[in-house]
């Protein structure tokens, strides 16, 4: 897959603000997953996209895959205390080989 | 059901010593994926395995190696080992070997070398 840059690398919150974290590319992309990983813990696949201009909603999460397929987003609306942990957007290629970008931590003071 | 099961849990190697990591999928999977996550970075690729078959590679020197078995398990092998292989290796396994699959991964082996 080709390489994802992420932002931010860190982000605190109050619990109950809500929080965005952004993908970006510098090629087209085929495909988008997001993973989170909690503290001490493995990767747990969250969504995939893959059409342009793509939406999906998990519950307070919004995924978004830009029109060009060269950006994605994540947004939690209303944080929880169970948000914690640090996301990942992953690419994927021809090549069977998943990219991951460096992830956003993510902490939620209650 | 079971998870992705990794083997063993942590591990403490020497400089210069092999080591054999194991990673049995989820039953039905047949594509077992292997990572390398270093401390406060991403998982990275390092090869891919459907139907005993590599399907794809990362950037990793020859002295790491795989191999998937028939029943789908698969054994990752570091030779040679150096300071800097120390790290989380996590096992992933999906579906098949499509690049959209979602990967369902495993608690990882720990490996520290001394």
């Known amino acids: 897959g080709q390489q994802v840059m992420q932002i931010p690398q860190y982000q605190h919150v109050q619990e109950g603000e809500d929080f965005t974290t952004y993908c970006n590319s510098s090629t087209t992309l085929s495909n988008i997953q997001w993973y989170k990983q909690r503290p001490g813990g493995h990767p747990v696949f969250l969504i995939q996209l893959v059409k342009s201009g793509e939406v999906k909603k998990q519950k307070r999460l919004t995924f978004q895959f830009g029109e060009a397929k060269k950006n994605s987003s994540l947004h939690i609306t209303a944080t929880q205390t169970t948000d914690v942990g640090t996301y990942f957007c992953v690419s994927g290629g021809s090549n069977y080989k998943l990219t991951f970008g460096k992830g956003t931590l993510l902490t939620v003071n209650p | 059901d079971a998870g992705v099961t990794q083997s063993p849990t942590h591990l403490i190697k020497t400089r210069g010593q092999q080591v054999t990591l194991r990673c049995s999928p989820i039953s039905g999977h047949k594509s077992v994926s292997w990572y390398q996550q270093v401390l406060g970075q991403g998982p990275q690729f390092i090869f891919q395995?459907?139907?005993?078959?590599?399907?794809g590679r990362g950037n990793f020197p020859d002295r790491f190696s795989a191999r998937q078995f028939p029943n789908y398990s698969s054994e990752l092998n570091v030779n040679a080992l150096l300071l800097g292989d120390s790290a989380l290796y996590l096992c992933?396994?999906?579906?098949?070997?499509?690049?959209?699959?979602?990967?369902?991964f495993g608690d990882g082996t720990r490996l520290s070398i001394l």
């Open positions: 992933a396994s999906s579906l098949t070997g499509g690049e959209v699959q979602p990967q369902h």
């Open positions: 395995y459907y139907e005993k078959e590599e399907r």
